[in-house]
Structure formats: structure tokens, C-alpha cells
């Protein structure tokens, strides 16, 4: 045994954050970066381990036989094409869900017990697709689902009430993408409901909603607009993801799960409140929402089924 | 200038353990370590020395001159008496209140700018005490409340729901003693009321908050019965106040604070909700209850009200 | 599995301030605290647990039961009385070794596959009848050594030369005791060797490390002068040694090891330099020593071995 | 004030590595991340903050408007072309001159009491540069030097010996470039001297020093093949000595600073062993050299002064 070992499958802008990221925040032991193409994993890899002699007691080494990731106790896929400006992340789907499924197998076969974490987009279809797919209990299968939303819902809503964003709780659910939104009516500032806390001069409460649902759904878009791509943030919220996993955390993060029977909308997944652990999604928590919220979450599961019937149908990635 | 200074005066139990836990938890660059008797200050900082050198780049160092206190960030007030088993907070007043004005004199002259954190007991008066006494802003001058009531709470609801404690969000409220109380009305896990929150089969909600407000006001006595003192309880809590000052963190801590008026209880001084940062207590939130809330904080702030005004009536303190 | 476990045995002084070291420094994810009487060790566990909320998902738990530390990667063992003002720690022999025995047989049975280190005084003897008593492998074994007695004189050698003491690279090896020396001739700075750094003015390099070694054995005395016993800087030393078995960092560090066949001072225990894994003592490597030295580690091998043998004599630990 | 605060000028991929490597190791409380461009600076800025509600209370913010580095402890500059493969870091020097004076330029108006780091190759040459340019004194200025070279040496001589790298003490020093070199004179293992350590079978120490040498040399180059540029490792490195910086750690990093007198070499400017704290470059350490490494140092000097005297020469970057 020589420690908690966690993989990153792709190389690329995301995979490569997601090593780097879980290298400086020392999320585990080792890290081992897979790409098919082995002179871009080292190229990256490389890159990563030039500076832990001045930071850490770490490893991270590069790969494209995936029998390296064998013993790892949490793989990150992160394979097949980002969203590009202007490219809705349902678009991706086609491109992707094949390449996904084949992943699956091969960790299926190299590491059967590992938690995996799906990155690619759109995230929550290809979760399902990966649980239709996979060998192992769907608990250990997740996608990333909007985790990354919520964090960007309360840096915002943080700085407008001048309170520490850790201090913020507000979960955003559903697709991570278009249809996702906040569910303000449990949203609290410490253990204050949102309701009762004393806002900016001049600010109404459903202004405020208003205004920060659109702009969390937006940010995405204004990154990429910018950048062209986005890699640090869902590098450093995956990081958290599993670093939760390794050391048997059991916080709540907004992770792709089959939705639980309760909500009523079927096999679909989509991010929802999840006790995450070592086992990887130890337990789906309900919500209680309001009828509006209902809707949207309603709505988000329509989408995000729709999208995933239309895949099946064409056949490309279950079989 | 050298990096970020704290100093803890009082060298015993508490303020050892304080001064001990801001260099494990790497709180600040250095760590003045105060004592009227030198021998115990040097026994104190030359243990907690030693290991840092595996540890970090920090400084601790001993004295029993305030003068060396000037240029601190933050100041932690550990002297007198500490509670023993059997005796109560308010009993211990009599003694602790001269010494803690003629201490907060010493650091308006040395440290007029540093934010002050009160952790001898009976917390809530001394802090009183302390704001009457000093020429230094209120917003300078805060108790550690009932932050450690607070995590203790948190720490067993956490464990009997299953639920990482860092996202179970409930405040304990009022004196740091026995009529300390939770406020259940606005308690959730991640940002799902309590209320609504599966509980353990066979447990109902107003049995859970009896037997949790119970256990976490003996919780103090359990271990004075065990140990004799607490120590390391109160030094993590205190340190993690202090961090939220040297970095400007703008977290939540029930710190005590003169009540904000729309509580309509008058100048008492309790623990409440507050946005700790830079320049102390920030803000002051304020918290919507529930009639039997607000009645119980009522209670604790006229069992406190009293206490100071008997003291008061003494003349032992403010003279 | 829930993460890593570290268990500490015994939780008086230096056992509990290693438990708090463990949770302060995050060395692992889960703590037990071992104690025949099941309310000291509540008593302890209980204070530490209370900030943890606070600080960061660990959990730490009491125990009077060995069975509870079953699983655990590593177990510190702290027993036996500690060595007071103006007593040597070879007295503590008698009173120790038999408890030593008694312990490390119980972890034979409960946690064979844990690395093991021992803390209590005299440290190095006892080790040695650690080792000839258990049925786990050698590696598996380690004394705290002079790990503590290494950091202190880096520390005042750090602060002479004006540099950090993290880069003042010299060792104290032997005896953890009186006999303990440090190797001047391979000191460095960074790796600038000592001889050719520059000193303080008016300073030679021979007064310097007289000083210094003087100063460095006395320590430990200073601080029993004036605190009654040592705890925080052995426990953050042992901590540090905790994160580097659980983490496999292979660092080094000068354990109690039985000596190399190649330093010809016979099966003695005594700190060495070895690099510290996963496995325990992964590696005890080979100092170059002058002809002074050579003389020291003979002499601090002839002490401990004659400590050893007439505890044999005695036949207090070994039947 | 508001905790500590970091700039980084340049958002190219060094530029936004270095701000998202200072939030992940939260080496400040606030990071400002500057280019002309302010969309690009939003871009990567945004991207980076989108995950720290999840990981630590930082702050970063783009600007595009120097007046904004105001207030910081420490200034990262990154701009410039950084080299491509098959260009030598020379090369770029003409274009990368002037730009550099102009930024030191914005940098003494705006933050004059800064340390500030050089990033942009040649690191040597520029620092030299903005030496000469800047009105603030020699000590608040340095290049990142031969620091990553060295960690890569580390980094492989470890994983060669089956040590950690922390514990393996070897300085590259001289141009960051072609002529760097490591100083084997002084190499030691822990504090045990390299001649001295057990190699692995069947290598001579003078093959090990050989192949090193080559491959640390070799290691930019191998990773730009592979991935056409280096970002993540000088990220962590010029992470590391701002932390040093902020926090003053008074550590020992190989920066680019002005050679010392006794090397008798003249004014050029090439990585040496310096002391780092809060006023950046606090003290020069002297090296004792063999015979060997002298010549390696005189050249690595020529070298540098040559290109720098072909640059004042074309007078492009001085007027």
C-alpha cells in the first residue's frame, strides 16, 4: 500500500487542472493522469510534478495503460470535447456518450471498487449513460453535476451581503446547464433564512433572486466567452468532490444522481443533494421545494430525459 | 513589519492550549505567549517551540512584559480562574473581573488597534466588563460566546444524522452557560430545514432537540467531570476566531456582543450571530425566533443582566 | 473503509497532546484514544472533539477496549510514567518496560500490521524490548528517537544564523537522553556546509556548537523546570512522524532503531536516520561520522546497552 | 486592511497558473490578477474564483488598471512571450525588455514598497533589466531564478535514491537556461553527504551526476515538446517564494539577484542561494564551490553578460 491514490482520465484543459488542483490542494497521495495519447499525459503530468519538491510529499504520474489505474480509490473522467462559446453542452452528447461508455468498461475491468467522478458534458446524461453502462453499483458513479453552479451562486450572493461565501448555503439543482436554478426557498445566510436577513439598501428579496439565477446561469458563458474554455473552477470543485470521497468526508454536494423516487420524475439524472463519502453517493437527501421549484425541477428532468431517449434511440452509446 | 502576530496572555491550561493550536493550525506568522510569572510563559512557548520545526515557519515566544504584545492582529484573554467541577460560571465573577479590566488596561495602552477575544469565564460579563473598561471601539472587543456550544451541538446532530458536522447549521444562542439554548426554528442540514430531514427511524423531532439541548449544555460538566478542566475544546474554537480576524474571513460566529436593540433586551451582552473579520465583530445579524425562543433568550439575558449589575453593585470591576 | 486511522495508547500528558496534535494537523482521518480508564480517555477525546466542527472532517473517539483499534495504520504508545524534574529517564526503566510488553502484546493481537511508536521514556530501551517482545516484523517498530532533540537544535541554530529552520539541515543521533549528540560534520545550511557558512560576527564555529549542544541536551530540563513535564513538543514531533507513515512520504527521520550491522556497535536501539513509510522503517541509512563522533555513538550504544541488560538481569519485561 | 494581498501582471497561462496555484495553496487572502486586456483577465480571474467558495475564504479579481495593485506585499510578473520550443530563452530577450521596464515603471508609481518577483524569460537578463530600471532598492527585486530547475533535480535524484525530495538537498545554480548546473560539490541526502549515500546498484556517483544534470537541463525542453509550454510547475514554484514573501519565512530559494562580490564575477545578474522573507532578497549566501563549478559559474555569467550588454547595446530597454 503506498497511500490514497486517485486518476484523472483525459488530459486535456480540465483533466490536467483537475491533476494540477488535486496536487496543491493535496487531495490524496498520488495522482496518475491517463491520456490514449502518452506524450500529452506526460507533457501535463510532468509539468504538475516539477514543483511538489517545494510544496509537498506527492506523486503524479503520467499513463496511458489503463491497467496504472488499478488501486485507485476515486477515478475523474474527464475525456471528450468541452463546450465551446456558443455550443449548448446537449449538442456535446453525441460525440461523447460513446467515448464515455468505453471508458467505463476499461475501469470497469481495472478498478471495479473505485468512486467515479464525470466531468464531460453535458454531465448528466452521460451519468446516466455510465449507469446504464457500468458493472459496478450505482453509487459509486456520479457525475458532477452543479456543484460548480451553487459555488458560483454564493460567491455572488456572498459578496452582495458582504458575508463570507462558506457562510452562504443555497443548493442550485437540476441540469447543470440551461434549466438548473436555486432553490431559494430553503436559502440561508449562516443559519438565518435569506427571507430574514437584512439586505443592501434599495435591494429587493426577488430582484436579488432574479437577478443572481441569471447571472449564475450565465457565468459559464461569460467565461467562456473570455477564455475561450473553462478549467480552474470545475478543477477545484471536483478537487473538493474527491477529496470528500478519500477521506470519507460525508458532506452534502449537488452531484448527478438518479433522482430519488420521491420527486416523481423517473429514472432521470440530474444534480440534486447528496451525502458524499467514501462509498461515493452514500445517501440522496430530499428537498421539501416550493410549487414553483417543483416545476423547474419538473422541467429540468423533461430536458435532460429527452436528450437522453433521443441518444438510445440513435443507438450510439449503449451498445 | 514581520507577518502576522497574535498574542494570548495567561499561560495556563486555556491560553497554552490556545497559543499551542495557532501554531498547529498555522493561524498566523507568530505567537507572543504572555505570563505575569516568565518561568510559566517560557515552560509554555519553549514546548510548543520545539516541534515547529517539522511543522512550519512560525515563531512563538515567551514574556511577561506587555510591551511586547504591541503590534498585535489579535489578542486572546485567558487569565484568572478557570471553571471547576461544581462550580458555576457567574460564581466565579467576583474574582475575574478586576484582573480582566486591569489586563484590557494594559492593551489599550500596548495594542490599542488589535481585536480583543475574551475566553475566561463567565465570558459574557467579563466581555461587558471589558467594553465598559476599555477606550478601544466595541467592534474591538468581543467573548467567545458560544461558539464552542455551537460545535458541540453541531458534532453530535451531525453524528446522529449521519451528515458531515460542517454541513449541519444550527446556532446555540445567549450565555455561555446554563441557559445557553439552540434555536431549532432556523436549524437545517446543508440548506434542507431539520424539519423536513429524514430522521433515524423511530426518532421524532421534538425528542431529538430535547435530548441534543440536554447533552450539549452538560456536555462542559461531562468533561470537568473526566479531565478537571477543558482545554483543547475551547483553544480550536478560539483559534478558529482568531484566523477568521488575521485573514478577514467575514465568517459567522455566535461571539458575545452587546445585543443589537431590536432584540429589545436591553445592554446585555451575549452570544449572538456576528461577522467576524479584520476589524472584529463586522456586523451584528439578526435572527428571526420563535416565541419560545425569544422568551428563552429573554431568560438568559436577565440571568446575565443581573450577574453584571450585583457586580456592578460591588464596585470590584469598573473601579 | 473511513479513511486512515492512527490510534493513540494512553491518554495522559503526551497522549492526549498527540491526539490533539493528530486532529490540529489533519494527519489522518480518524483518531482513537486508547486509556485503561475509560473516563480519562473520554474526558480527553471529548475536549479535543469539541472544536472539530470548527476545524475540519475527523472524528476522534475514546476507547477502554484494544479491540476499537483494530484497523488502525499506525499506534502511538504513550504509557508508563514520564520522566520528572531531576529524574533520568534510564530510572523509568524498571516501571515501564513491563507495561511496554503488556501493551505491544495486546496490539500484537488487535493491529498486527500497524506501524508502532513508541514514546515513552527511556525511549530507546524500551523500544529495543518492544522489538524483542513482539511478533511483527522489525520495520514495523520505531521509538520517537531524537526526532524532538533534531528540531531543537535546528531551531536555535535557525535563529542564530538568521535563517528559516526548516533549510538547517544537522542531525542529533544516540541515546534520546544525556548520551544524545548532533553530527557537526555533516551540518548544513541549505546545502551550504556550516564550516563554510558565514557566522554571527565575533563567533567561532567550535563555541557555537559547544553551546549548542549543551543547550540542546539541557532543554528538555529547562522546560521540566518550569512546566512540570514536556507534552506539546513531542507530540507535534510524533505527529509529524504519524503523517509521514500514513501519507508513505518517506522522509527522514531519526527514529530508535536497532543500529546497522556497519556502525559495529552490536544489536543496540538507538535514533538513526531512516526513512519513514508506510512499511514502518522503510530504510535506516548509513552515516558518515568522524572520528569524536564515532566515539559518542559508542558511548551512547554502551549506556543503553547496559541500561538494557540489566533490565534482563532483572527479567522484569521479557517473561 | 484587509489580509494579505498578492498581484500577478500578465493572464497568459503563467500568469493565471501563478493565481490560481496562490489560491489553491492560499498563500495570500487576496489575489489581483492584472493584464491590459481585461476580458482576459476576467476570463481566467473568474474561472479561478468559481470554486473558492468551496475551498477557502480568498478573493481574486481582475483589473486592467494598475492603480488597483495598490496595497499589495507582493508583485508576480509574467508578461512577455515565454519560450516556445526550439526558441532559446535568449532570443526572446529583445522583445521582452522593454516591456519589462515599462511594467517596472507602472510598478514603482502604484506599489513601491512591493517584492517583486520576475517570471518572464530570459529571467536573468530582465531582472538585471529591471534593476537597473527601478527606482526601488535591489532587495524588493528578483527573477524566479534556478529555483524550478532545482526543484526538478530534487524531484528526480529522489525518486532515484527512494527518498523523499524535501530531504534532498542539492542547489542548481547560474542562468536559469543552458548553463544552469548543479552544485554536486554539496549535495547531501538528509543531512548525510551524496558521496556518502548508497547509490542503487551498479551506478557510479559520477554517471548519476552526469545523467542529472542532462535530464534537469533537458526538462523544460521535454515538456514543451509535449505540451508547447510550461505552465503549472513555475506557477508552483513562483508560488512557493511568494508565500515566502508573505509570510516571512525567511527560507532559502536559488533566485535571480545580483551576484554577490566574492564570486567575483561583476554586476550580472543569475540564480543564487538567497535568504527570502518580507523584504524579499534579505541576504546573499556564499557557496563554496569546487574548482569545476567555478568555471561553470564564470561561464554561466558570460553568458549572461554578454546578452545583456548587446541588449544595452541596442539600447532597447534601458532609455
Known amino acids: 500500500m503506498t497511500g490514497s491514490m486517485v486518476s484523472v482520465v483525459g488530459a486535456g484543459h480540465v483533466g490536467s487542472a483537475v491533476a494540477n488542483a488535486l ?3 493535496r487531495a490524496c497521495d498520488r495522482v496518475v493522469l491517463f491520456d490514449r495519447d502518452s506524450a500529452r499525459a506526460e507533457g501535463e503530468a510532468w509539468d504538475i510534478a516539477d ?17 496504472d489505474l488499478s488501486g485507485s480509490e476515486a477515478v475523474v473522467v474527464t475525456v471528450g470535447a468541452t463546450s465551446g462559446p456558443g455550443q449548448s453542452r446537449l449538442e456535446l452528447l453525441g460525440s461523447n456518450a460513446g467515448i464515455t461508455a468505453a471508458v467505463i468498461g476499461e475501469l470497469d475491468r481495472f478498478c471495479p471498487d473505485a468512486v467515479v467522478i464525470l466531468v464531460s458534458n453535458p454531465v448528466d446524461v452521460l451519468t446516466r449513460v455510465a449507469i446504464e453502462t457500468s458493472t459496478r453499483p450505482a453509487h459509486l458513479l456520479m457525475g458532477a453535476g452543479t456543484v460548480l453552479d451553487g459555488a458560483r451562486l454564493r460567491q455572488r ?15 442550485v439543482i437540476g441540469e447543470h446547464g440551461d434549466s438548473s436554478f436555486p432553490v431559494w426557498s430553503s436559502a440561508t445566510v449562516g443559519a438565518i ?25 450565465r457565468r459559464g458563458l461569460d467565461i467562456l466567452d473570455r477564455k475561450g474554455f473553462t478549467s480552474y473552477g470545475v478543477a477545484g470543485a471536483v478537487a473538493r ?11 452534502i454536494f449537488m452531484v448527478s444522481v438518479l433522482a430519488a423516487e420521491e420527486y416523481g420524475i423517473g429514472d432521470v439524472v440530474l444534480g440534486l443533494p447528496c451525502v458524499i463519502g467514501r462509498a461515493g453517493v452514500e445517501r440522496r437527501l430530499l428537498l421539501t421545494l416550493s410549487e414553483d421549484e417543483e416545476r423547474s425541477l ?5 430536458v435532460l430525459d429527452t436528450a437522453y431517449r433521443s441518444l438510445a434511440a440513435a443507438g450510439s452509446s449503449t451498445e
Do not use: C, W
Open 23 to 25: 496536487v496543491l490542494l
Open 51 to 67: 514543483a511538489i519538491p517545494l510544496l509537498s510529499e506527492m506523486e503524479i504520474l503520467p499513463t496511458a495503460d489503463y491497467a
Open 157 to 171: 450572493l456572498g459578496k452582495l451581503l458582504g458575508v463570507e461565501k462558506e457562510d452562504v448555503h443555497v443548493y
Open 193 to 217: 433564512r435569506l427571507e430574514n436577513f437584512r439586505l443592501p439598501e434599495s435591494t429587493s428579496l426577488s430582484q436579488l433572486e432574479d437577478e443572481l439565477t441569471a447571472t449564475t446561469r
Open 241 to 251: 468532490i474527491v477529496r470528500a470521497v478519500v477521506r470519507d468526508e460525508k458532506r
Open 298 to 302: 419538473q422541467r429540468s428532468a423533461e
